[in-house]
Nanobody, 122 residues
Framework: QVQLVESGGGLVQTGGSLRLSCAAS????????MGWFRQAPGKEREFVAA??????YYADSVKGRFTISRDNAKNTVYLQMNSLKSEDTAVYVC?????????????????WGQGTQVTVSS
């Protein structure tokens, strides 16, 4: 089993920055892929970013503003979010996948965290 705990969410003004962290515990291997999704009220959970074997993937809506990274020694994945917009407001959830493909799809992931709230005020 894998447990995921997110942190770093909060309230920030438009144009501001936040850094989210997701710490994984349990049987997590450096070969696993890790990703971030988000869910706004009344909307489906959507892909934000993923990292696997040194490669990174981003949704078009966050490309150039968000950066995903990981520290394998700490089993932690980060999401640096800059130039935040009101439409970035959502619960951000991290996930772990054994696979290294199909990382934009929710169904690829095997374990999910509880999420952390990010609110961007204008």
């Amino acid at each position: 089993q894998v447990q995921l705990v997110e942190s770093g969410g909060g309230l920030v003004q438009t144009g501001g920055s936040l850094r989210l962290s997701c710490a994984a515990s349990g049987r997590v291997f450096s070969s696993y892929s890790m990703g971030w999704f988000r869910q706004a009220p009344g909307k489906e959970r959507e892909f934000v970013a993923a990292i696997s074997d040194g490669r990174t993937y981003y949704a078009d809506s966050v490309k150039g503003r968000f950066t995903i990274s990981r520290d394998n020694a700490k089993n932690t994945v980060y999401l640096q979010m800059n130039s935040l917009k009101s439409e970035d407001t959502a619960v951000y959830v991290c996930a772990v996948a054994r696979e290294s493909y199909g990382l934009r799809a929710r169904g690829t992931y095997d374990y999910w965290g509880q999420g952390t709230q990010v609110t961007v005020s204008s």
